[in-house]
């Protein structure tokens, strides 16, 4: 890689030198739905209403109501763009990530001078500080709660064992120093130290780096059981990079932030206070999910009281539609990657690859190419879904594919399901399994048989074809010739 990706603006820089990857405007945009609104025909993509399609990232320079700010979205909206920015094949950014965790480097500690996020600080102490001022946050619908930090790394410490960890979650700008923070049912790590906090009766302190390495954004979104309770994923980040991710201690809170976060916010998630998150808005709505709804606003949520916020000098704003193909490469690469691990350990050499399709945003559905090497492999590729569901238990539907159809091309995956799958034996239903609260088919209103919201039917799809029968399946085969003689700088 020519340009060695180390933060934000690296990343940005690599992408300037790439054709189609970045485009950039000085037009004024304002920031409550119509940036998200231009970005959603530009290159949002994934599960965003249509039209959208995958298109470059993009840079705004002239942000209304904030002068002098800039706002990136789109940073990994592209399998293609984030295989540039982690200088991998996009097709084996699974196994790379699968790599990383199994060889995890821990964080870097750096000194004040090499904290470039603290270049420039304002405490909220100062009578004029006012978060939304500061951060330019844009909302992605005019129905949204309010404006929101859709990319910001949260980290903090479990209370009682030291123990650090980072995840991403909805923050939504309250109040001038407020900012309310949603947790996804389940024990995520940040959920563990919060209410241990809580049930202590103390604040948890909490930073929010916003715009860094790609590599941290997502190793952030690895989830339990790949990375149990205990488990830094910056850790995977730094394998990634092959050196430790610097942190560097915060000004008014004791707690670590990411040292060269164009953005950090400084502040406490306080015990037993609440607050209706659409409490400015009263739409009842939150913001768009990656499932391609909004969801709805929860009527009581933790708050971050923030101390302070820090940034470098002329720092950009990074952020992401919620059902874009951004989400579906921070969610679904990870969930790749912890389903090769957990089925290779039971059956190595039958998973060829892995799909964390966009139509499931990344987390609800996925393609497994398995391929069957002796008689007795037949059946086991049914096994190796189940293993899926274990290694990433958000996940809905899962397609099974012979190696000779690509993961990718899910009109490749549907071709094999027109003529390699009978419904009446190939579909294996699991009723009643928990899954994920933003899929509103999850629910009792739905179909009676479901007990609570959030409870799903998870279904494989097999599309592979019986070990005995592969004889009759062979695709046509053509000749394997380079194109690019024919057509000068021609790529498959």
């Known amino acids: 890689m020519a340009n060695k990706v180390t933060d934000f603006r690296s990343a940005v820089e690599l992408l300037e030198t790439?054709?189609?990857?970045l485009v950039t405007t000085d037009v004024e945009v304002e920031p409550r739905a119509q940036l998200s609104g231009v970005y959603r025909h530009i290159g949002a993509g994934g599960t965003v209403m249509r039209p959208t399609k995958e298109g470059p990232a993009m840079?705004?320079?002239?942000?209304?109501?904030?002068?002098?700010?800039?706002?990136?979205?789109?940073?990994?909206?592209?399998?293609?763009?984030?295989?540039?920015?982690l200088d991998c094949d996009p097709r084996r950014l699974g196994f790379l990530l699968n790599d990383a965790v199994k060889n995890?480097?821990?964080?870097?500690?750096?000194?004040?001078n090499e904290a470039v996020c603290q270049e420039v600080v304002y405490k909220a102490d100062d009578p004029d500080f006012d978060i939304r001022k500061l951060i330019p946050a844009p909302t992605n619908t005019e129905e949204?709660?309010?404006?929101?930090?859709?990319?910001?790394?949260?980290?903090?410490?479990?209370?009682?064992?030291?123990?650090?960890?980072v995840t991403i979650h909805r923050l939504c700008l309250q109040s001038k120093d407020e900012i309310s923070m949603y947790f996804v049912p389940g024990a995520r790590h940040l959920t563990v130290f919060r209410e241990k906090a809580e049930k202590a009766g103390k604040p948890l302190p909490i930073s929010i780096s916003i715009g860094v390495d790609p590599a941290i954004e997502i190793a952030a979104c690895f989830e339990p059981p790949t990375t149990p309770l205990g488990f830094n994923e910056?850790?995977?980040?730094?394998?990634?990079?092959?050196?430790?991710?610097?942190?560097?201690?915060?000004?008014?809170?004791?707690?670590?932030?990411?040292?060269?976060?164009?953005y950090v916010i400084e502040g406490e998630l306080l015990p037993d206070v609440r607050v209706r998150e659409d409490q400015h808005s009263e739409s009842g709505k939150a913001m768009p999910e990656f499932p391609g709804y909004t969801g709805g606003a929860q009527a009581a949520l933790p708050i971050i009281k923030v101390k302070a916020v820090t940034t470098r000098k002329n720092p950009i704003m990074q952020t992401v539609i919620g059902p874009s193909e951004e989400h579906v490469s921070m969610a679904g690469i990870p969930t790749e990657a912890s389903?090769?691990?957990?089925?290779?350990?039971?059956?190595?050499?039958?998973?060829q690859n892995v799909y964390a399709a966009?139509?499931?945003g990344g987390k609800y559905m996925a393609v497994i190419q398995f391929k069957k090497l002796i008689p007795s492999d037949e059946g086991r590729q049914r096994q190796a879904a189940l293993i899926a569901f274990t290694a990433f238990p958000e996940l809905k539907h899962v397609w099974l594919v012979d190696e000779d159809v690509d993961p990718f091309d899910i009109k490749d995956v549907i071709w094999a399901m027109n003529t390699r799958f009978q419904a009446d034996h190939d579909v294996i239903t699991i009723p009643g399994v928990r899954c994920h609260p933003l899929d509103p088919?999850?629910?009792?209103?739905?179909?009676?048989?479901?007990?609570?919201?959030?409870?799903?039917?998870?279904?494989?799809?097999?599309?592979?074809?019986?070990?005995?029968?592969?004889?009759?399946?062979?695709?046509?085969?053509?000749?394997?010739?380079?194109?690019?003689?024919?057509?000068?700088?021609?790529?498959?």
């Open 18 to 21: 790439i054709p189609g990857q």
């Open 59 to 85: 840079i705004f320079n002239n942000v209304k109501g904030h002068p002098g700010a800039r706002v990136a979205i789109g940073m990994l909206a592209s399998r293609t763009r984030v295989g540039h920015l």
């Open 104 to 112: 995890p480097i821990p964080v870097q500690n750096v000194g004040a």
């Open 144 to 165: 949204d709660a309010g404006p929101y930090i859709t990319m910001g790394m949260c980290y903090a410490s479990d209370p009682e064992t030291g123990e650090s960890d």
């Open 234 to 262: 910056l850790t995977i980040a730094g394998a990634i990079r092959g050196e430790g991710v610097k942190m560097a201690d915060c000004l008014t809170i004791p707690e670590k932030c990411i040292a060269n976060a164009e």
């Open 339 to 351: 389903i090769l691990s957990m089925v290779d350990k039971a059956m190595p050499g039958r998973v």
């Open 358 to 360: 966009t139509p499931g």
């Open 441 to 492: 088919s999850n629910d009792p209103t739905c179909d009676p048989s479901i007990r609570d919201h959030g409870i799903a039917c998870k279904t494989i799809f097999d599309c592979t074809v019986p070990y005995d029968q592969k004889h009759r399946f062979q695709r046509s085969k053509f000749m394997d010739v380079d194109a690019s003689h024919w057509v000068p700088g021609f790529e498959d």
